[in-house]
């Protein structure tokens, strides 16, 4: 009885924090939250706010005052149970109301609370969606297909670039995915799941985020987090004890990246990972720096033979989706201090 007591103490403490945090949100941005070509709601010192809409730069959206925005980041960390204060002042989390990512930064890092909404893609785009939209390449030379014999490289050439995402699936090819912030390699990622669940239906995939941003429809899907004291390397070992077909993580930003090539490369081919980079050779030599935190040896031959293919998406304002991917790598080896790449 005291236990259902409790439960339902905090169930009407949780709607009546929801309350709170949508009145101090406030209309404006409640409404941006429901429009479905919003990507990033942002709050600046100054008390101004900016949208940034899908195809499209930032532009204002009115104002929040500071009083009102530090009361918000305060219920936001209520409602995920901890605290935002002179002494941890930053705060990186999910919004409540919709599972947005949410970063929110008070005083003393800023001189007036500020926050980042970047918004949970409404519907996952598959690969045809994005040869429609322009993002991928369409040309095909449809009399090279790929077969289960031939090598991997020269069966996808002069496929169009989903034809080559498509083969790398179902190849169980390791699959890196390179862009800046806000590039959209996220929903590009969500896309060759969804090519997962539709050519390998029967995979296990194991996803390992700090915040929930990818969406899967395998059937046989788990999703770890990286949360509180629980980093994304143990997330990781945990994870090859769990039986994965595939591990998935949505960004490699530390020493977790030695230990997912390592994975990739004994055992569970078929990986899907972003980098943040300006190039897809760039993103290699990304990986290079984040490998280097977890060990001093020289890794780019185990990256090398590890990572098959490289997608670059960067932002191409011309295009209605905002993006294009610029440059698709396969990565045959490494020799004579670089590596060896193939534009496809």
């Not at 941890?88 to 999910?94: D, K, Q, R, S």
């Not at 449809?142 to 989903?162: I, K």
């Not at 997962?196 to 239906?201: D, F, M, Q």
């Not at 915040?211 to 059937?219: D, F, G, K, S």
Request: aromatic share 4%; proline share 4%.
């Amino acid at each position: 009885m005291a236990a259902a007591l409790t439960v339902a103490y905090q169930d009407e403490q949780h709607v009546r924090l929801e309350t709170k945090l949508r009145r101090e949100l406030g209309e404006p941005i409640l409404s941006l939250l429901a429009e479905e070509d919003v990507e990033d709601i942002l709050l600046n010192p100054d008390s101004s706010l900016w949208v940034k809409r899908r195809g499209a730069g930032f532009v204002p959206a009115g104002n929040i005052a500071p009083v009102t925005a530090a009361s918000a980041l305060g219920t936001v960390a209520a409602l995920r149970g901890t605290v935002l204060n002179h002494d941890h002042p930053i705060l990186e989390t999910e919004l409540p109301l919709d599972g947005s990512r949410f970063e929110g930064v008070v005083a003393p890092v800023v001189r007036q609370p500020v926050f980042a909404i970047r918004l949970r893609p409404r519907k996952v785009f598959t690969l045809s969606d994005y040869e429609t939209a322009g993002i991928l390449t369409t040309k095909v030379d449809r009399s090279n297909r790929v077969r289960q014999q031939e090598d991997f490289a020269l069966a996808v050439r002069g496929l169009a670039h989903a034809e080559i995402i498509r083969a790398a699936v179902r190849e169980r090819k390791n699959i890196l995915v390179v862009g800046a912030t806000g590039s959209g390699k996220t929903t590009l990622l969500n896309a060759i799941l969804d090519a997962i669940a539709e050519l390998t239906p029967f995979d296990r995939v194991i996803s390992i985020e700090d915040t929930t941003e990818l969406q899967c429809r395998v059937r046989n899907y788990l999703d770890l987090r990286a949360v509180g004291n629980v980093t994304m390397l143990e997330c990781l070992r945990a994870s090859m004890r769990l039986k994965p077909t595939r591990i998935v993580v949505g960004e490699v930003r530390g020493a977790e990246a030695h230990t997912l090539l390592k994975a990739w490369n004994t055992g569970h081919p078929g990986g899907l990972g972003t980098v943040h980079a300006n190039g897809a050779v760039l993103g290699l030599t990304r990986l290079e720096s984040l490998v280097a935190e977890g060990t001093t040896a020289p890794q780019q031959k185990l990256i090398a033979e590890t990572v098959d293919l490289v997608i670059f998406v960067d932002p191409e304002p011309s295009l209605k989706a905002g993006r294009k991917v610029r440059e698709m790598l396969l990565v045959t080896g490494w020799k004579e201090g670089q590596y060896q790449v193939e534009q496809v």
